[in-house]
């Protein structure tokens, strides 16, 4: 048996899965305390689980073929303060070395508060005659000011990057940290790219000591895959890979849960809300792809990108705020803060005589609702006590207690209320549905996202004590993802190798958005993707002269996925037609490859009473599995192959194209071959579609089918 194991570190604990790497099945998992104070750190806890894991499960190290963990070490280093004192050698010369000098002057970058980040500066000119004397003068005068950590920082490095390489090399060769700021971005704009790398350099000694402890570790245990590490973006990476951008660990928390969501629950289209006791982080996914931004620290944007999540005060531990005897809002202080037992979770016999009574969990909090018992028993009323009387937590759900128990301890409020227990927990649902309702509309306005079919993905411990009501209260279908309260640690195991590169380039030619795709190739082969296995996206944004490549590849070449489950036609286009909202009759299948369908119908939006009607075709993507792989509102599907695709794409480029003041308006294009979805939408001409899709194509037998979809972009 082929083996995945997947590592967490949280806060408090640290959780280990074991999965069949052919079915995906949980074979086990195992919890135990974050080891924090462990002269190990929280890598003493990382072999503890992966021991108790492999022992529990009776698995042998030579069955280990993937190893991942996700960690907020570097996070918690940033939120704490605790970084490395950073100098910074600004390379130039002449009027633009003295310009870069103001651009790379950090001084003292605030974490958060009352935490900062110091730095340093020495200028080295590029001009002297001694460069490398220069430079060692430079990094020697930056260390004498306790400096432990250096950037290496010069105006266009990303065009010709051999005098920050050569700055990073002496400081390896006295092994001292170093980062170049070109390679933690490719973009122009030397005060982001140095403010970024700062943030890299500021964490590498801490997350060095860590990441040689973890490898030891797991080498000792006798396993000889790679370690992988989570990152920010839902992918993983080697840890040597850390070694060099540990930066790129930041926030990779919530990317974790996400990843678990794409790769185990097949999400296409959804909001995926990971509940936790607290807190709920929020996230989308378009496309099966995650959304990606820019991340701030302390305030200040860097060209790190990570997940878009958005985290709320809203938990299963959430308590309930009063005022005068009723409920007022819901959140953001939690019964673990207050020192206070879920009432859920209680014995119904401790809740004898019921007593409403106020708390401050801290001395600035609101009054939120205590309830006190005979025998000195004190309870906090939370989310998953509502949510379990409401009945939208269902036997066998992990947020399940003891309905007996709630109601027994909701009862003195609901008196005081003047309603019925269940009315009271629905008035608290309700606050709640409330905050994170917002969130999650502005998630879908932001990246346009369809009401109609976009999912609401629940994971987490808490996870039925949020998603079922708020999915109700905003007309959303939903689900409690599988194994939810793991769902994040799932994720690490399953999660893919993923590297981006991004490159700012005007008007770029073909040969510049090749080799920008070749770029991110070989990044995610170097982070430890096997080379057969990396799918490349490239978008190019006009507005921004950006050329962005995403590479996403497996750590090998992966057997065959034993659940995986043909269907019959007919079942693929009920799928489709549950889907859509619509009957299966009027449901057809427009092309095939023999491993994806596209299936489309005419749908009628009359509009004026009747008197104006408007048709489009709706589409579904879906995999001989039944997955939705893709959806557009309206679009337009053509069968092909390699040896003709050029030509359907023409024929779709000419009816599709639309033109204005700002020039041609490209419709966005989907080329499909297996079970791949060649993204082409984000490239701004015939030739650069053209190239890339060849790019993307070669080694296909020219008979071998396809299927090419697009869309106007208004449509899509």
């Not at 390896?172 to 070109?182: C, F, L, V, W, Y």
């Not at 030891?216 to 396993?223: E, H, L, M, Q, T």
């Not at 927990?425 to 606050?431: E, M, N, P, T």
């Not at 920008?516 to 490349?536: C, D, F, H, M, N």
Request: proline letters at 3%; charged letters at 25%; glycine letters at 10%.
């Amino acid at each position: 048996m082929k083996v995945r194991i997947g590592i967490d570190v949280g806060g408090t604990f640290t959780d280990a899965v074991a999965i069949n790497s052919d079915t995906y099945e949980l074979i086990g998992t195992v919890k135990t305390p974050t080891t924090h104070t462990a002269p190990e750190g929280v890598a003493a806890g990382i072999v503890r689980v992966l021991h108790e894991v492999m022992e529990q499960c009776g698995i042998k190290p030579a069955e280990v073929m993937f190893i991942a963990h996700g960690t907020t070490q570097a996070t918690n280093a940033l939120l704490e303060g605790d970084v490395a004192k950073v100098g910074i050698v600004t390379l130039g010369r002449g009027l633009e070395g003295a310009k870069s000098r103001s651009d790379t002057n950090m001084g003292s970058i605030e974490l958060a508060a009352g935490k900062f980040l110091s730095t340093q500066n020495e200028y080295a000119d590029t001009g002297s005659d001694d460069l490398l004397a220069t430079v060692k003068g430079a990094v020697e005068q930056l260390l004498a000011k306790d400096c432990t950590s250096i950037v290496a920082a010069e105006a266009f490095s990303v065009d010709d990057p051999a005098n920050e390489n050569m700055t990073v090399q002496i400081c390896t060769e006295d092994g001292i940290p170093g980062t170049a700021t070109n390679d933690i971005s490719k973009l122009y704009g030397l005060k982001i790219r140095t403010r970024t790398a700062v943030v890299n350099a500021s964490i590498m000694p801490k997350m060095l000591e860590a990441a040689n402890m973890t490898e030891k570790s797991i080498r000792d245990a006798g396993i000889t895959s790679p370690l992988m590490v989570m990152r920010c973006d839902g992918g993983v990476m080697t840890v040597d890979e850390v070694r060099g951008r540990p930066i790129l660990t930041i926030l990779s928390g919530p990317a974790a849960g996400v990843a678990g969501a794409l790769m185990y629950e097949k999400l296409t289209d959804g909001i995926f809300f990971e509940v936790g006791g607290t807190s709920t982080d929020i996230s989308c996914v378009k496309d099966g792809k995650v959304m990606i931004q820019y991340a701030e620290v302390g305030g200040h944007k860097t060209y790190l990108n990570s997940l878009d999540v958005r985290t709320v005060g809203i938990g299963g531990g959430s308590m309930v705020q009063i005022k005068n005897g009723s409920a007022v809002d819901t959140g953001p202080r939690s019964a673990h803060i207050a020192g206070l037992e879920y009432e859920v979770y209680s014995d119904p016999d401790a809740i004898q005589n019921p007593r409403l009574t106020a708390i401050r969990p801290t001395p600035t909090d609101p009054d939120y609702a205590c309830i006190e018992c005979d025998g000195g028993v004190r309870v906090s009323l939370t989310m998953a006590g509502a949510a379990n009387l409401a009945g939208y937590v269902k036997p066998g759900d992990y947020a399940f207690g003891n309905i007996e128990a709630a109601r027994r301890a909701w009862r003195p409020l609901a008196e005081s209320m003047g309603c019925t227990v269940e009315e009271a927990a629905k008035k608290v649902l309700g606050f709640a549905a409330e905050k994170n309702g917002k969130i999650a509309v502005q998630l879908m306005k932001d990246y346009q996202m369809d009401h109609r079919t976009t999912v609401f993905v629940g994971g987490g411990g808490g996870a039925a004590a949020v998603v079922p009501h708020l999915a109700e209260t905003t007309g959303h279908k939903h689900r409690i993802a599988q194994n939810a309260p793991v769902i994040s640690t799932i994720g690490v195991a399953l999660a893919m190798v993923r590297d981006m590169v991004e490159r700012t380039v005007t008007n770029p030619t073909e040969q510049d958005i090749i080799s920008v795709r070749r770029e991110a190739e070989l990044k995610a082969i170097q982070s430890g993707a096997a080379p057969g296995t990396v799918e490349v996206s490239v978008e190019v944004d006009t507005q921004r002269n950006l050329v962005r490549a995403v590479a996403v590849g497996a750590t090998e070449l992966r057997s065959k996925n034993l659940m995986a489950k043909k269907l019959e036609k007919d079942a693929l286009l009920k799928i489709a037609a549950e889907n859509m909202e619509t009957g299966t009759k009027s449901l057809e299948i427009v092309a095939e490859n023999g491993s994806m369908h596209a299936i489309q119908y005419d749908k009628v939006v009359k509009k004026l009473f009747g008197l104006s009607k408007k048709i489009t075709r709706p589409l579904r993507l879906i995999d001989e599995e039944g997955v939705i792989r893709l959806q557009k509102n309206n679009a337009w599907v053509l069968g092909a192959t390699v040896e003709n695709w050029e030509k359907q794409v023409a024929h779709l480029l000419e009816e599709l194209t639309e033109y204005n003041d700002g020039g041609a308006n490209m419709p966005n294009l989907y080329v499909v071959l297996g079970k791949r979805i060649i993204d082409l939408s984000g490239l701004q001409s015939d030739t650069q579609i053209y190239s890339l899709g060849n790019v993307e194509l070669s080694g296909c037998g020219k008979k071998e089918k396809l299927i090419v979809a697009a869309t106007k972009r208004i449509d899509a």
